[in-house]
């Protein structure tokens, strides 16, 4: 693709072509992007390994990158991108943050794998229980998908019961019981359940409404459930915030209909307070699952819980889990890193700050350009619905103008703004990004909005 574009300025032979400045028209040139991704496209499915799924929809490949640092990507082609993807979450820190990277070079020295104990597996393991309200043992795994996984046949186990409750636009990873009704890839591509997930894998997974606590009541009363599994803020339908009283109400009625309340945290852990969103809710669930922010950029996940349930484990109890690269000391060493620099004084309120402030922007912009849009944030999380709002559940995303949508985004990536490529995914700030990153954004908005 070669779209025309008004706000890119080169700086000089070479260099990378900085983003929005107005007075400059350049075009903004993907052509070495686009050359990869067709090769790409004959040796991988769609071309893409990570989930950049839903680029097809905002019309056109994604990008490659090539690099990232801090708050900035940069494609093969040059062009330097302000980054509010952060690796889908994880960046939280801002991408290749020098103090991580720098222990990372000290753990590379000792090993890449050692498939055996190790003393850092113990720290982040203390950093996670001290830090998250609900988790007394945690088990690392390699990713957010495998600790759904886990914690689903933790539950089970534990319960002795097979049913689960989840919600409608909740992603909880691409297990086969979790691919009902499950938000952003799959709402995107506009999928009905995958093909190869057979029904059985299936009949377990109830399906309730987001933010209705009738639709979870009248489940658990006709089902005996093993647990409520719930995203404590969806980012899986595009940004959407729990009532406090939907939390505090699951919180009572699991407990009442004894089911277990899980809140699947790989997107909200130690992105929306260092305690996770069950610290900012004050609602503690039984079991808890992490991933993105705990690896700081390497693959983690983890699930969770109190003593009594996480001893169902093995290998201290019954219920069979592992991992040949869980633990990894790398991804322990980026995570220990990460979470330390998180837990020092005023970072959550930074991002609060800051991202407060590109929504407030964005949406002052976007409504003065007469479009209906609605959106939200709490702490670095953040998303925007091109509909009137408030957007309080999945059915309530579905009516926001995706076509709008796809025009705002390349518009936005032609300015040099990385969003994500669909209206069902959030946005992620990091402590990398400045004040003036984000009033360059909302002046690239006003911009667009003017064209859309
Ligand atoms: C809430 C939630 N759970 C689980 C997952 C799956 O994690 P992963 O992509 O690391 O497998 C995701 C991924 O986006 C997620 O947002």
Redesign the pocket.
């Known amino acids: 693709m070669q779209s025309v574009i008004v706000a890119l300025a080169l700086t000089g032979a070479g260099a990378l072509r900085t983003p929005m400045t107005m007075s400059t028209a350049v075009k903004h040139v993907t052509t070495k992007s686009d050359a990869i991704m067709k090769e790409a496209a004959t040796l991988m499915p769609g071309g893409v390994s990570s989930?950049v799924r839903a680029f097809k929809s905002v019309g056109g490949g994604p990008v490659v990158f090539e690099k990232v640092k801090g708050a900035y990507a940069y494609d093969v082609d040059g062009n330097q991108y302000v980054d509010y993807v952060g690796t889908?979450?994880p960046a939280i820190c801002g991408h290749a943050n020098d103090e991580v990277n720098e222990a990372l070079r000290a753990a590379l020295e000792k090993g890449t794998s050692f498939g055996a104990p190790s003393e850092n597996e113990n720290v982040l393991a203390k950093m996670v229980c001290d830090a998250v309200p609900s988790v007394e043992m945690v088990r690392f795994t390699n990713?957010?998908?495998?600790?759904?996984m886990g914690m689903l046949r933790l539950v089970r186990a534990y319960t002795g019961r097979e049913k689960i409750i989840k919600f409608e636009g909740?992603?909880?990873?691409?297990a086969d019981g979790f691919l009902v009704q499950a938000g952003s890839g799959v709402a995107t591509l506009g999928l009905p359940d995958s093909p190869g997930v057979p029904p059985g894998a299936t009949q377990g997974t109830l399906v309730a409404e987001y933010n209705n606590l009738e639709s979870v009541e009248a489940l658990l009363k006709e089902h005996e459930c093993a647990a409520v599994v719930l995203?404590p803020v969806v980012?899986?339908s595009g940004f959407i915030p729990p009532t406090q009283e939907f939390l505090e109400g699951l919180r009572a009625m699991t407990t009442k209909y004894g089911a277990l309340l899980v809140f699947?945290?790989?997107?909200?852990g130690f992105r929306i307070d260092y305690g996770c969103a069950q610290k900012h809710f004050g609602v503690t669930p039984d079991v808890t699952?992490m991933?993105?922010v705990i690896g700081g950029g390497l693959?983690v996940?983890a699930y969770g819980g109190r003593r009594d349930i996480m001893e169902q484990v093995a290998p201290a109890g019954p219920m069979y889990q592992a991992g040949t690269l869980s633990g990894n000391p790398l991804a322990m060493t980026a995570g220990i890193k990460t979470l330390e620099i998180l837990s020092r004084p005023g970072q959550y309120e930074k991002l609060t700050k800051l991202t407060e402030r590109l929504v407030e922007g964005i949406l002052r912009e976007g409504k003065a350009a007469g479009h209906a849009i609605s959106g939200g944030s709490i702490s670095g999380m953040f998303g925007f619905f091109f509909c009137e709002g408030p957007v309080t559940c999945f059915r309530e995303a579905t009516a926001s103008d995706t076509d709008k949508f796809a025009r705002w985004h390349r518009g936005m990536l032609e300015r040099g703004v990385y969003l994500a490529p669909s209206q069902y995914e959030a946005g992620f700030m990091s402590l990398a990004h400045t004040e003036a990153d984000v009033d360059k954004t909302i002046a690239a908005a006003k911009e667009v909005f003017a064209t859309i």
Request: proline share 7%.
């Open positions: 989930p889908w979450g990713s957010g998908t495998e600790a759904c909740c992603y909880h990873g691409h995203e980012g899986n699947d945290e790989v997107m909200t699952t991933g993105k693959p996940g």
